[in-house]
């Protein structure tokens, strides 16, 4: 049987590698094979990939996906692409946007332009519910407005627009996931969850920005790469699907939730004034359509989660201590690092 050959964008990162794991790991689809294209930038890390780097089938290359050289001669290699790598977060768009829009709006063009020319099968753009902005009410279906905020919202907005565009504009087979907040094991520590659990675990006090009270829907990776696979293999063409788990908490609630985990104690978060707010007080994703569309069903409870994600980081120092330097957000966070 050929195998199908799957190009992963950014597939040395936190959701990318999950994914490329999931592929060839021992629950994966049988008959596939993936070449990770990845240009190891801050969050990008080829340990994510251990699991993976000596399985049959597996290839990385290094290589930035605005270059379209390297992307025309890996697309015409390849069945479907699911694409992932993105510059993020949203907190670092906020000290300049330029490395944004290139790649994730020009990066994104260049993928769906060698799709183009070499017939690929299919296109799986990677967004996130972000573009819609922030809801007080409800929850989003994939047929609100977006709205995004931030300038890695309105990046992440123009990607996937353009790639639905070039669905409805020249027939390619595009289908679009946006999901919610992810948290896991391998997330980059500047994140919200690992930055908890990492400064826990030094024994530093937290600092988080804001008053605490914005609320963000949270997804265990596993579950958002569940949903990915679904969109993969049983989505239709030029359709968007939410992912979420309803997994709604405040940041107050969520470090409450942390510190219990970790057993540590509530004053080792402080709450710091934002600097200035983006405007996204709320994140709610209404997933009724990959769950009666493609029968999705998040299977991880939010706290057993927190609770591995915790135990993992724990037994794991040796993967994320190195990277602290890179994760700090601000100049005297993790003050007490070796220099
Ligand atoms: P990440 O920063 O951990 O990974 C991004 C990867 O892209 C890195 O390995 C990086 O080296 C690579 N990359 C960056 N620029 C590149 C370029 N020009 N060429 C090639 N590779 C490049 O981010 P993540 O959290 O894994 O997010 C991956 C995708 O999932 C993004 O598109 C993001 O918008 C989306 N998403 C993430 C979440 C979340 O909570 N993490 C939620 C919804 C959607």
Redesign the pocket.
Known sequence: MTPTRILV?????????HYARTLLGPCGPPGVAVTV?????????LANLDDVRHAPGFSFVR????DPDVVDALVAVHDQVV???????VDRSRLGSEGFI???VL?TQTLLDAALRHGLHTFIH?????VYGSIRAGSWPETDPLRPNSPYSAS?AASDLLALAYHRTHGLDVRVA?????YGHH??PE?VIPRIITHLLTDRPVPLHGNGLDVRDWIHIDD?VHGIELVRTGGRPGEVYNIGAGDELSQRELAGLLLQVCGADRGMIRFVEHRRSNGDRRYSVDTTKIQTELAFAPRKDLVAGLAETFDWYRTHRSWWEPLLPRACQEPNDYERLPS
């Open positions: 964008t950014g597939g040395a990162g936190f959701v990318g590698s294209l990845d240009k190891l930038t801050r969050a990008g890390n290589g930035d996906i605005c694409h992932f790598a993105a510059d993020s977060p290139r790649t994730n990066g990677i967004s996130s519910v972000e992440k946006r999901c919610s907040n992810n997330q980059f994140q958002h």
